[in-house]
């Protein structure tokens, strides 16, 4: 599975700005989950969806604020991030995970995208 991640950009607080994880080769059996990592913190999680898209999974800093969504006819996860902080700067990647318990341990997930910055900032 090859993964790639874009749609990353500068976005004013308040606003808003959607990722897109493009994948091929069986993407779809896969749980696929966005992280995160800001300027010298450590990588976390963001949010995951499970291989249907019916199963989400949100941090607690973007409940609310965040949808993921999937597309499988497309090979495509989304990320809309909506009310956009200027905490949420950072560089975002999506993975590949065969599962879907312990979506937030970046061990489960076999396969990742190269990142793409989001920047939040007036």
């Known amino acids: 599975v090859q993964l790639q991640a874009f749609g990353g950009g500068l976005a004013q607080p308040g606003g808003s700005l959607r990722l897109s994880c493009a994948g091929s080769g069986f993407m779809d059996y896969f749980s696929i989950g966005w992280f995160r990592q800001a300027l010298g913190k450590e990588r976390e999680g963001v949010s995951c969806i499970s291989s249907s898209g019916g199963k989400t999974y949100y941090a607690d800093s973007v409940k609310g604020r965040f949808t993921v969504s999937r597309d499988n006819n497309k090979n495509t996860v989304y990320l809309e991030m909506n009310s956009l902080k200027p905490e949420d700067t950072a560089v975002y990647y999506c993975?590949?995970?065969?599962?879907?318990?312990?979506?937030?341990?970046?061990?489960?997930?076999?396969?990742w995208g190269q990142g793409t910055q989001v920047t939040v900032s007036s």
């Open positions: 993975a590949a995970n065969p599962g879907i318990t312990g979506w937030r341990n970046m061990i489960k997930y076999d396969y």
